[in-house]
């Protein structure tokens, strides 16, 4: 069974920068990362395929920057200019192995991870 497990979340002011981490225990073609607000839809972020297609969010385009390492199966998120709307909970995802299909939409993702908390103040 795949394992997620995220860190590098925190808290900082607005314009300050994180970066995040997802170790998986093996690695899948689709991989990605998501926010979740409180009362609100799970959003998708950005994904990377093993191929090295990256696709941004619009709300994070120019300001995010996803990576992955296919050795170790890590992805990390680099979250610059951060402003307080990207205050949420983060979860790593990933698809089954015989998917090879992409695409930001939550239901498309089958294992997930704990969750890492990211609070921007202004």
């Known amino acids: 069974l795949l394992q997620l497990v995220e860190s590098g979340g925190g808290s900082v002011q607005t314009g300050g920068s994180l970066r995040l981490s997802c170790a998986a225990s093996e690695s899948r073609f689709c991989m990605g990362w998501f926010r979740q607000v409180p009362g609100k839809e799970r959003e998708g972020v950005a994904y990377?395929?093993?191929?090295?297609?990256?696709r941004y969010s619009d709300a994070v385009k120019g300001r995010f920057s996803l990576s992955r390492d296919k050795v170790k199966s890590t992805l990390s998120l680099q979250l610059n200019s951060l402003k307080p709307e990207d205050t949420a909970m983060y979860y790593c995802?990933?698809?089954?192995?015989?998917?090879?299909?992409?695409?930001?939409?939550?239901?498309?993702?089958?294992?997930w991870g704990q969750g890492t908390q990211v609070t921007v103040s202004s």
């Open positions: 990377i395929t093993t191929g090295g297609t990256v």
């Open positions: 995802a990933a698809t089954e192995s015989r998917t090879r299909v992409c695409s930001l939409s939550p239901g498309l993702f089958d294992y």
